[in-house]
């Protein structure tokens, strides 16, 4: 299957603060990618679709202002979490799907952001 | 997409075989039905899919009834490195870039 990291695996950081989270795809072309949020003990919520070169889409009771995406290659998505609060704090995981991998999506490991 | 419908939790022995059921009885024609877990703290890794036929991989098989309504994913030998939360989630194959939705899985606790 299709390789997908993400970068850092875990990050702690103080309120007020913005932290970005990388997920690339190793060895496939991403034209979509996905960012899910999963707190303990519950499954995955998708946050957010991003096409390459394209603006996101959010999901309803996310706010696009304090979760910034960028997509501007099709092997790199970024995750911006501006001013971060301590309910910020979550396991942070994003997908792609693209040529080649159109029928499933591939998972990057998970970012835990930890906010003090 | 079609809601599924999997038990909350199952146990396993260590080298036997793992039958994790799941129910799609609105599935629609052209949805698929995908298998993904996910390890403790890990992303979701994808395990397999199919449409109607039975299908098998180096991971597991997935058994689809012939009307559809439901399947069961397959572990021939489970091992204790199979704990983990197992999601069953139907969706149409064509690429629209829409996303996958999970449910709340099955834990599957594989114990010696």
């Known amino acids: 299957g299709a390789v997908v990291s993400q970068h850092p695996s875990w990050v702690i950081c103080k309120s007020g603060t913005s932290v970005k989270i990388e997920c690339r795809s190793l060895?496939?072309?991403?034209?979509?990618m996905f960012w899910y949020r999963q707190f303990p003990k519950q499954s995955l919520m998708l946050m957010a679709t991003s096409n390459e070169g394209s603006k996101a889409t959010y999901e309803q009771g996310v706010e696009k202002d304090k979760f910034l995406i960028n997509h501007a290659s099709l092997t790199l998505s970024t995750l911006t979490v501006t001013s971060a609060h301590p309910e910020d704090s979550s396991f942070y995981i994003c997908?792609?799907?693209?040529?080649?991998?159109?029928?499933?999506?591939?998972f990057g490991p998970g970012t835990r952001l930890l906010v003090l | 997409d079609a809601k599924t419908t999997q038990p909350p939790s199952m146990d396993c022995a260590e080298g036997r075989a793992a039958n994790l059921p799941c129910n799609h009885s609105?599935?629609?024609?052209?949805?698929?039905v995908y298998w993904y877990r996910q390890i403790h703290s890990q992303g979701p890794q994808y395990i397999i899919h199919g449409l109607k036929n039975n299908e098998t991989n180096e991971m597991a098989s997935l058994i689809i009834t012939e009307d559809r309504k439901s399947s069961t994913l397959i572990l021939p030998h489970a091992t204790l490195r199979d704990t983990a939360v197992y999601y069953c989630?139907?969706?149409?194959?064509?690429?629209?870039?829409?996303?996958?939705?999970f449910g709340k899985g099955t834990t599957l606790s594989v114990s010696s």
């Open positions: 989630i139907v969706r149409a194959l064509l690429f629209s870039g829409t996303a996958l939705i």
């Open positions: 609105t599935i629609s024609g052209n949805e698929y």
């Open positions: 060895d496939f072309q991403a034209t979509t």
């Open positions: 997908s792609g799907t693209g040529e080649g991998h159109k029928e499933t999506q591939y």
